[in-house]
Each structure stands twice: as structure tokens, then as C-alpha cells.
């Protein structure tokens, strides 16, 4: 009998201890579901993902690494200006914004597979150390670069180098022929938004200003040439945004209200989380009784249809060239603490002062429908026929001063000029492909390199090539090179080539790209055509 009650009493404990332990393992499931779920609602499904792929995945898996996948299929999936920067790109995207970069401060070819020295940045650390244009350099820390073929971005990588380190550079300065042992002590080097600016050939009243970016330092250079060409004499100035693709949009507002008077609206931000912030004219802009066209092209976006934008729906000036790119989206950039990496967010939207957004059209996670859009462009005749642009009605607006003006793609110039092909023979295509014209410059500008050097303004360089023959010389040039025109391709390419052998060789000069835009201006259609609107009293509205 004691036996029995015995076994009774531990058989009811074996199946209480088994009913407990069932409740408490349901109880502790519960709770770890309950856990994971309130740690769910705390975070979200990306951070709940990541955690479980690095808790539970079959191979040991960096979290972050998965990260660096993750962010920018995010970011390309909202709109297509949103990206992320990875830590090691930070620098080098950021670096034609910032306005410097640390370097030894020379611009150079390597037609030859020779670095060859086409300027030298005045009061940069290698005008310092005596190099000058022309210098070819062979060495760099006892590495041999000339003649092995290598890539030009690991040549920059070598020259640049953190400020204050040193470079030793094997120069081979003609017509010596041993090397010049030369060491830089690299330095802050500035980036300049401004590529030209002078006085119209052949009109006195014109000023012509082109920068390719809006970076911290745009604004002060493009003031600062403005005032110049004033004092020059100029009454009237074309601002070039052609291939600009945009930057700070202070740089843009600052521009513009130079040009506006007080109380004009210059633009107007709004988004989901960024409440509508209006930027208006101060009144302190000292241009603003300067005749004005700006002159854009498909590749001028963001900042530059600002400006364009601006100028157009306060009836300031006219807008000449073709329809701009379309980019009405303002990006923030939020840099990531822990590893130096950002992203540039896309915060809001901008308006032009009569209120219509020029962003075009897309599909997000669609980058290539919306890049491709350009070449749609040229496939419906776009760019050559003003005729093939299609307009909504139900994005039009009218501009104080009665002119008709269209949101929701880019900014629709008043004066349309279509791409021009004047010149472009088969045998100027030739040239082209085989790269002789820049070549033949290259090499004229080493056979008269110290009166190239010894250039410092526009009429001297006039001068220089007053009585050099050059076009024949050139010919003569690419005949040997197996380049062979007949007489009505040399009679149309003529002017294009005499333009770009000058142009080349000014940029040798310490003029730079302005003594290029000089030459080349004469023979640019769409700047041929600003001068003459310029003339006009009013352009007419494009209805």
C-alpha cells in the first residue's frame, strides 16, 4: 500500500512538473515574441533585418558591410538626385564643391604618355619650386611615370598628397636632357569655379562670364569678374551656364540677387518637412541695371535654373540657347558620424518666383528612364527643331510682364538655338578622332614655349599670332598624319579649326580657359545669337 501511494505521489508530481514546465515554456515564448515584437515597434523592419541576417545568418556576416548595400538601394529608390556617399568617396565628391584640395598645383596633359605641365598656378607650391609650363615630368618618388602607360588618376593620386608632405619630382625641362631633381611641398590648391571671363571680341559693351559649378567660392569669383568687366567698360553681360550642373543653391540666390531688385522673389523652397522658405532680393545687388542674358543648355540643372529661373519670371533679362535639364529637387547633405560617410537627401522642392517647378518627370528606382531622358531629346529632333517641343498647357504660367513660361521640365529659353554644325566636315571629324588639332597646339606652343609663358592679357596673345600662319601650317600638319581635306571642307572648316589652334594654345598660357572661350566665341552660334538679343529691346515672349 505505501508502495502504491508512493508511485501515485510521484507520477502527480512528474505531470505537474510536466504541465508547469509546458505553461512556462508557452509563458517564455510568448514573452520572447512579445520582446521581439515590442523591439520591432521600437525600431523598424531594416534594423530588425539587419540584426537577424547578423544573429542568425549561416556565415558570419558584417552588419555594416550590409549596410553599405542596403542605403543606397533606399536612397536611389526615392527620387533620383537622393545617393549616398560611401566614407571613401566623401572627399572626392565633395572636393569641386568645397573649393581646395591639397596638391602640388599644376594642370597637365599626357598626350604622349608623358606628363606634360600645361600651367602652373600662380603662387601655388610648384610655381614656387621653380616648375613652369612645359616641364615634363618623368620621376615622382623615384618612380618612373613616363612611357609606361599609366593611368592618369593614379598620376593624380601620386602628385596630391596631404598638406605640408613633400614630392620629388625628375623634370625634364627641353632642351636639356638630364633630369631636373625638383621637391614640392604640397599645399592648399584652389578650385575655381570661374573659367572665363573677358570683354566680346568686336563689342566693346559686352562682358562674358562662364563658371561650371556653384561651389562655396563661385559667388565671390563671379562678383568679382562682373566688377572687372565693368570697369572695362562693359554695359551689358552674358552669364554662361552651359554644361553647369548645379551646386550650392546659396551660391545661386547670392548671384541672382545681383541683378533683381529689392523685394523680387529670387526662389522658394517647400517640403514634407521643410516648411516653405522664400528667398527674395535685398535690394543690395549692385547689377542691377546691367543689360543681362543667361545662356543654357540641357546639361544646365539645379542651381543654374535657378538663376535662369529667376531672371526669366522677373522679366530681367533673356534667356537664350536650348531647354535646360530639369532638376527642381534641393538636396541636404547629412554626414554619418561614426565612419565619414553621408547621403544627399532630397528635402524639398524649389519654385520659381511665379511659382511652377521644373523638375522633369521619373519613375523612382528608374535612374536610366530618367538619364535617358537627354537622348530622347535628340531622338525627337528636340535640340535642332524648336518646333519638335511638346508643352504642357496645364504648366503654364505668365511672368509679371506678360511672358509665357512652362513648369515641368527644365527652363524653356526665350531665344531657342538649335545645336549648330557649321564646320563639322568629315575632315573636321577626322581631326577630331585622331586628336590632331589639340596635338598640333600642344606642339606649337613648345616650339614658341618662352613667348607662350611670357603672355599675360589678350592682346598680347592677339599679337603673338598676328603674323603666324597657323591653318596652312596645321594642314600641312595632318596631311602627314594621313588627314587629307578637300578644298570645300578647308573653306568651311577653316574658321572652326583657326578657332580651336588658338584657343588650345591660349589655354597653355597663364590666361587659361579664358583665352580658349575668346576664340571660340566668335565661331559659337548660341553666343553669336545672345549678342544680337542682347541688342533687342525686349525678346519676344514665346507663346
Given amino acids: 500500500m505505501g508502495n502504491y501511494k508512493t508511485n501515485i505521489r510521484i507520477t502527480l508530481f512528474l505531470v505537474t512538473s510536466l504541465l508547469i514546465g509546458t505553461a512556462l515554456g508557452v509563458m517564455l515564448e510568448r514573452a520572447a515574441l512579445r520582446d521581439a515584437y515590442t523591439e520591432a515597434r521600437q525600431g523598424d523592419k531594416l534594423t530588425w533585418a539587419l540584426s537577424q541576417i547578423e544573429e542568425r545568418y549561416v556565415d558570419p556576416i558584417d552588419r555594416d558591410s550590409l549596410a553599405e548595400l ?42 604622349t604618355d608623358t606628363v606634360q605641365i600645361t600651367n602652373v598656378i600662380s603662387g601655388g607650391p610648384s610655381a614656387a619650386a621653380g616648375i613652369v609650363a612645359g616641364d615634363r615630368i618623368i620621376t615622382v618618388d623615384d618612380s618612373t611615370i613616363a612611357g609606361v602607360k599609366m593611368d592618369q588618376d593614379k598620376v593624380v593620386g601620386m602628385l596630391r598628397g596631404k598638406r605640408g608632405s613633400t614630392v620629388k619630382l625628375g623634370i625634364l625641362r627641353s632642351p636639356a636632357t638630364d633630369l631636373l631633381p625638383v621637391t614640392v611641398t604640397r599645399g592648399a590648391i584652389p578650385i575655381k569655379s570661374l573659367e572665363a571671363a573677358f570683354i566680346v ?49 546659396d551660391q545661386a540666390i547670392y548671384i541672382a540677387n545681383e541683378f533683381l531688385p529689392k523685394g523680387r522673389k529670387i526662389v522658394y523652397t517647400e517640403g514634407y518637412a521643410s516648411p516653405r522658405a522664400d528667398q527674395d532680393a535685398d535690394g543690395r545687388g549692385q547689377f542691377q541695371d546691367i543689360g543681362l542674358a543667361v545662356v543654357i543648355d540641357e546639361n544646365s540643372a539645379s542651381a543654374s535654373e535657378i538663376v535662369a529661373g529667376a531672371i526669366q519670371d522677373n522679366d530681367r533679362g533673356v534667356i537664350v540657347g536650348r531647354r535646360s535639364f530639369g532638376k527642381g529637387l534641393v538636396q541636404e547633405q547629412i554626414g554619418y558620424p561614426l565612419d565619414g560617410s553621408a547621403m544627399r537627401l532630397t528635402v524639398a522642392r524649389y519654385y520659381t518666383p511665379v511659382g511652377r517647378s521644373i523638375q522633369k518627370p521619373y519613375t523612382p528606382g528608374d535612374g536610366e528612364d530618367y538619364n535617358g531622358e537627354l537622348i530622347r531629346r535628340f531622338d525627337h529632333d528636340e535640340m535642332f527643331n524648336i518646333d519638335s517641343i511638346r508643352l504642357a498647357d496645364s504648366l503654364k504660367f505668365v511672368t509679371p510682364g506678360g511672358k509665357i513660361v512652362y513648369g515641368g521640365g527644365g527652363i524653356m529659353p526665350d531665344v531657342f538655338v538649335p545645336i549648330d554644325t ?33 603672355i599675360r592679357s589678350l592682346d598680347e ?60 566665341f566668335p565661331q559659337d552660334s548660341t553666343l553669336v545669337r545672345t549678342v544680337r538679343a542682347l541688342g533687342d529691346s525686349s525678346p519676344a515672349p514665346r507663346q
Fill in 461 to 520: 596673345l592677339d599679337r603673338f599670332f598676328a603674323d603666324k600662319n597657323l591653318f596652312y601650317d596645321f594642314v600641312a600638319f595632318a596631311d602627314r598624319e594621313g588627314v587629307h581635306p578637300t578644298e570645300t571642307e578647308m573653306t568651311l572648316s577653316r574658321p572652326l579649326i583657326t578657332a580651336q589652334i588658338k584657343g588650345y594654345i591660349g589655354r597653355n598660357t597663364s590666361l587659361d580657359e579664358t583665352a580658349f572661350y575668346y576664340y571660340i
Fill in 201 to 249: 571680341p568686336g563689342n566693346p559693351e559686352v562682358g562674358y562670364v562662364k563658371f561650371g559649378r556653384f561651389a562655396a567660392t563661385t559667388y565671390s569669383e563671379v562678383l568679382a569678374a562682373l566688377m572687372q568687366l565693368r570697369e572695362q567698360g562693359a554695359r551689358k553681360v552674358i552669364l554662361d551656364l552651359r554644361g553647369n550642373g548645379g551646386g550650392y543653391l
Fill in 70 to 111: 542596403a542605403v543606397p538601394v533606399l536612397l536611389q529608390e526615392l527620387d533620383p538626385h537622393s545617393v549616398y556617399i560611401p566614407a571613401s568617396e566623401f572627399a572626392a565628391t565633395n572636393e569641386p564643391l568645397t573649393g581646395t584640395f591639397d596638391g602640388i598645383g599644376v594642370m597637365f596633359n599626357m598626350l
Fill in 422 to 454: 557649321t564646320g563639322v566636315t568629315p575632315y573636321f571629324s577626322k581631326l577630331f578622332q585622331k586628336n590632331l588639332i589639340f596635338r598640333y597646339a600642344q606642339r606649337t606652343t613648345d616650339r614658341y614655349r618662352k613667348q607662350v609663358n611670357a
